[in-house]
């Protein structure tokens, strides 16, 4: 009979199908808009965040459910698909603001009906957050007092696109603990947006965005006054794990389909896949796929019980994203010619699973990370750590907390 999780895969497959997601994988890449309408669709059932609770607008999953989603998705679709999934998940500070702001931003972002932008890295604060310049200064109005937030943001996904943003701002005091979050419409007066290019994740046109004495209302803050990295840290963990089964999914993907390749195609009389040139860095992959797997679904069964840890969430991370990338670079030098084009989808799949040695805690980030957690300990094994998510505990006012 088969298991829970293997009905999942077979709807997701047929999601797949229906939606033609490989073919529009390529198409949004080519041409580099938000898909709206597979947003909208992936929210009509309900894929959207599922692991939140019903109350938030999720479906109140078990986390291994929702790594499962993204892991097909990745693997039958692309990592557009994937990373829409996972849109709800990181603006789940959104949780800690006001009933009507959660309202009116939170509960639609489930239904795939506005797309909320995160804003941390400025032009001068990208892996130390903790740096960042813009001031969120509360001043009398009219009315009820406002913050007047001022500064640049930059590399930030969706800048032109997204309704509205969770911005990080300094409300006073150093490193993170001065550091608030804001609910902030992108038609305020005085924001200025441009998007840019990248080598991959194109469809998120990375961008720049400029704050001028822009008024947020108070009740726009999220949490409390320098609450902000504390909100983030249990999330972000959370979303490292859920990441690195993305890149997995896509690295499977191009695995099997360079691995019938091979078999398929002769030279010199026989399948390439006969040649131990071709075949053993394939089995070295298939040796690193399937360790790095079992390390993220490891770190999934924390999440499912509350007991994930910092070290193994950055590890998992770090380890699928080297793994995928080492596996689709081979995938598309087996492949030959074709590899190199767009006749196959190897070197889009590269080209995103890229941007993950930067985004969500770069590479050396999340061996700090780790480093800090196990080499900062008496005795391993490293798991099992309590953890401590009050603004200002060593594991939330820390270099690399960052959900960028
Ligand atoms: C696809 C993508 C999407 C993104 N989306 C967003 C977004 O939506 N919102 C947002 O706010 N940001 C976003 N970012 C920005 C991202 O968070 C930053 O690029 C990242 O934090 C690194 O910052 P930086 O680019 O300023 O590099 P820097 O901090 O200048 O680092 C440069 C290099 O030095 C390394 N390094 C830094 N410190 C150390 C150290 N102590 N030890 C060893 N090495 C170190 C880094 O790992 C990196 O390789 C996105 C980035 C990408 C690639």
Known sequence: MPDEGSALDAEIREFCERLRLAQRYREIDERPVFPWKEFRALGSVGWLGPRFPAALGGRGWAPSREARLVEGLARWGGSVFAKLVLQPGFSSVLAAASVPIRERWLTPLFRGEVLVGNQITEPGAGSDAGALLMTATLEPGPGEPTYVLNGTKSGIAFAEEAQAAIVYARTGGEGTRGISAFLVPQDLRGIQREGGEDLGERWMRRGTVHYDRVRVPRDHRIGEEGAAFGLLASELRQERVLLSLVYLGLARASLDEVERYVMGRRAFGRPLGSFEGVSFPLMEDEARWSAAHLLSLEAVRHMDD???????????????????????????????????????????????????????????????????EILGRESLPYRKVTKDVRPGSPSSDQMGERAG
């Open 306 to 372: 509350g007991s994930l840890g910092d070290a193994e969430s950055a590890l998992a991370k770090w380890f699928a994203n080297e793994t995928s990338l080492v596996a689709l670079d081979h995938a598309m030098q087996f492949s030959g010619g074709a590899g190199y084009s767009h006749d196959t989808l190897h070197e889009l799949r590269w080209r995103d699973v890229r941007s993950g040695k930067l985004a969500h805690g770069s590479s050396e980030i999340l061996l700090l990370v780790a480093a800090r």
